[in-house]
């Protein structure tokens, strides 16, 4: 039986175009991973996601080893962030693809690569892309995509939701923000610019807390202006 195999193609222009080294410095291969104690709060959805860090995944990092042939070990850096209770996305997970309420998603392969042009690879996440300016590579993020990567992982049960004991402690610190708030506020009386970031700290608390929008957070707290506490780490407890 005779085989032939497949012709070539030419190359697209992402293979063609080098990331000038400027802006754009060679970085390692990673996985996205999890920390149980770090969440960060959306003020625009009210809702807690997880915070994601890009995991080195070469050999020598985080307890990687290189294996004859090429392949690289990957105990070690799963072995620490399971310690630490987190948890490793795999990029081929079947559960990265799915729909919501934007329609249909994919976030299989969620690491991208290019050359710069010292020959360096640079990865990078798929919510990111780079501009070209002159000399200069831009990088630029897109936060909605990456807020619904992280829904995806809390959704789909890779990812527990938050734990109470993480919001009350984020709410402790708000708590402090807004005690030193208040105390500019008494040493500027008038200043509707302090005035104005401390009902954003209170807002930001009540949001925080009832998992809703900044702005309806907003609403609520101008509507009970009148009734600020002046020592609101006092509250009733839950």
């Known amino acids: 039986m005779a085989l032939r195999g497949n012709r070539i193609q030419p190359p697209t222009a992402s293979e063609n175009t080098r990331l000038p ?17 770090r969440w960060n709060w959306n003020p625009l959805t009210g809702e807690w996601l997880p915070a994601l860090v890009h995991l080195p995944w070469v050999p020598g990092v985080n307890g990687g ?8 070990d990957d105990t070690g850096p799963r072995q620490i962030v399971r310690s630490k209770g987190g948890v490793v996305i795999d990029p081929w997970d079947t559960r990265l693809k799915g729909k919501d309420a934007d329609g249909e ?38 936060q909605h995509e990456a807020h619904r990567f992280a829904r995806c992982l809390l959704s789909s049960g ?4 938050v734990h109470n004991g993480i919001i009350k402690q984020e709410l402790r610190k708000q708590d402090e923000r807004i005690k030193r708030k208040i105390r500019r506020v008494g040493d500027n009386p008038g200043n509707r610019a302090v005035a104005s970031e401390l009902e954003i700290l209170q807002a930001t608390r009540h949001g925080m807390e009832n998992q809703v929008p900044l702005t309806e957070a907003l609403d609520i707290i101008r509507g009970n202006a009148p009734e600020v506490d002046a020592n609101p780490s006092k509250g009733k407890r839950k």
């Open 21 to 37: 080294k400027k802006g754009a410095k060679a970085s390692p291969n990673f996985r996205m991973a999890t920390n149980p104690r």
């Open 158 to 161: 890779m990812v527990p939701k």
């Open 65 to 72: 080893v290189s294996v004859r042939g090429g392949g690289f």
């Open 105 to 142: 998603y994919d976030f299989t392969g969620y690491v991208s690569t290019l050359l710069n042009t010292a020959g360096q690879k640079v990865h990078f996440s798929i919510f990111e892309e780079f501009e070209i300016v002159g000399n200069i590579a831009i990088r630029e993020f897109d």
